[in-house]
T-cell receptor, first 113, second 114 residues
Framework: ETGVTQTPRHLVMGMTNKKSLKCEQH?????MYWYKQSAKKPLELMFV???????ENNSVPSRFSPECPNSSHLFLHLHTLQPEDSALYLC????????????FGAGTRLSVL | DQQVKQNSPSLSVQEGRISILNCDYT??????FLWYKKYPAEGPTFLIS?????DKNEDGRFTVFLNKSAKHLSLHIVPSQPGDSAVYFC?????????????FGKGTHLIIQP
């Protein structure tokens, strides 16, 4: 148990659906991250939040919309996704924005049909 | 273009022997390196790290070596145990990580054979 919880663990959605991924950390950290892991590719950083403020958007398409209402919660809102968006989405947190050691959740396995 | 490369997708080692996982990087701005371990259906868990001011860091059975001139690091596990079977990711950070996140390699699947 890493202290970072992601729900749901699995999600299947159509291209016209709207869904949200949720991440919650119980570590008292101030920075949170979304990563994407596609098949046979390394983890790719999507978004970084520090003290609820977005500090990095790594050229992610607008069909992915993050939200950080407080330092313990992070959401990834999904709408009109494409089949190539099917991947494992991982949330991580670190004590602060300069934190090198990040703690990961188990991920949400997303399939877009 | 991949900045962190793990060229061996898989590695098979006999139980009790030494496992050596390799990682190469291209960005000389990286100054902090980490190894993560991942079991199926779980997220990556932090294993060990090393700052660029050091060339070796040891934690129990795990030792990470850094060769800055060669832009190469390796993870040694000795002795290897069945529970070490997992995917190992090398990751790098620059200037305190944070806003740039971590840059990961594709991972090496380590299989410990009894």
């Amino acid at each position: 148990e890493t202290g970072v919880t992601q729900t749901p663990r699995h999600l299947v959605m159509g291209m016209t659906n709207k869904k949200s991924l949720k991440c919650e950390q119980h570590l008292g950290h101030n920075a949170m991250y979304w990563y994407k892991q596609s098949a046979k590719k390394p983890l790719e950083l999507m978004f970084v939040y520090s003290l609820e403020e977005r500090v990095e958007n790594n050229s992610v398409p607008s069909r992915f919309s993050p939200e950080c209402p407080n330092s313990s919660h992070l959401f990834l809102h999904l709408h009109t996704l494409q089949p190539e968006d099917s991947a494992l989405y991982l949330c991580a947190s670190s004590p602060d924005q300069r934190g090198n050691i990040q703690y990961f959740g188990a991920g949400t396995r997303l399939s877009v049909l | 273009d991949q900045q962190v490369k793990q060229n061996s997708p898989s590695l098979s080692v006999q139980e009790g022997r030494i496992s050596i996982l390799n990682c190469d990087y291209t960005n000389s701005m990286f100054d902090y390196f980490l190894w993560y371990k991942k079991y199926p259906a779980e997220g990556p868990t932090f294993l060990i790290s090393i700052s660029s001011i050091k060339d070796k860091n040891e934690d129990g059975r795990f030792t990470v070596f850094l060769n800055k001139s060669a832009k190469h690091l390796s993870l040694h596990i000795v002795p290897s145990q069945p529970g070490d079977s997992a995917v190992y990711f090398c990751a790098a950070a620059m200037g305190g990580g944070g806003a740039d996140g971590l840059t990961f390699g594709k991972g090496t699947h380590l299989i410990i054979q009894p």
